[in-house]
């Protein structure tokens, strides 16, 4: 017997209601940021494009910056789940890597509005979860690169990847670096740092 919740879902539980909001409220921050950056996401305006009451977003995401960072997630999220769909091409570690990073970066200078608020949101002081999300994302998708080939220091490798990204990032976002020269930079960064 199937039994129906206020939401009119058939089996519906408070769990997959309140996952469902969550993932409306990332999803208006998205499109808010890709529209007009940073600045265009405020909370009262997420709250009422996603059609939540405003306290049950700051129920979900304490801040802007937590929102947006959690947006950032959900792309590494996405960008893993393409990579074990068409896993990484090339036939050394660094070529693997290299591809998936090559990927990432064309995902993120396809909407650099953004990628801008999603960066600046990172760029907030503090060790969140949601960061360590981020962080444990792009590491897991690294780490599935190398196809379970043997890397000594892999850690501190995949630590310095991470740190050359983000200052990539922050390069590219900041006008200073033309697009693909992110994917460029951490190209020779894997060269250097994998066989």
């Not at 919740?5 to 993932?23: E, K, V, W, Y």
């Not at 780490?143 to 501190?156: E, F, I, K, P, R």
């Not at 983000?166 to 976002?173: D, E, G, H, K, S």
């Amino acid at each position: 017997m199937t039994t129906s919740t206020h939401s009119g879902l058939p089996g519906g539980t408070r769990a997959a209601q309140t996952a469902a909001r969550r993932a409306r409220l990332i999803e208006t921050a998205i499109e808010l940021a890709a529209d007009g950056g940073y600045d265009a996401v405020q909370m009262r305006d997420v709250a009422a494009h996603a059609g939540v009451a405003l306290g049950t977003l700051y129920r979900h995401f304490s801040s802007k910056d937590e929102l947006l960072v959690a947006a950032l997630a959900q792309q590494i999220a996405t960008l893993r789940a393409r990579v074990e769909q068409r896993p990484a091409a090339g036939d050394t570690p660094a070529e693997r890597v290299a591809d998936v990073l090559r990927r990432a970066c064309r995902a993120l200078e396809r909407r650099p509005e953004l990628t801008a608020a999603m960066i600046t949101a990172m760029s907030s002081a503090g060790d969140t979860p949601v960061k360590r999300d981020v962080h444990d994302g792009f590491s897991a998708i690294l780490a599935n690169a190398l196809d379970g080939q043997a890397v000594s220091d892999l850690d501190a490798i995949i630590g310095v990847l991470g740190h050359v990204w983000f200052a990539a990032l922050m390069f590219w976002v900041g006008g200073m670096a033309p697009a693909g020269q992110m994917a460029d930079d951490l190209v020779r960064a894997t060269n250097l740092l994998l066989p």
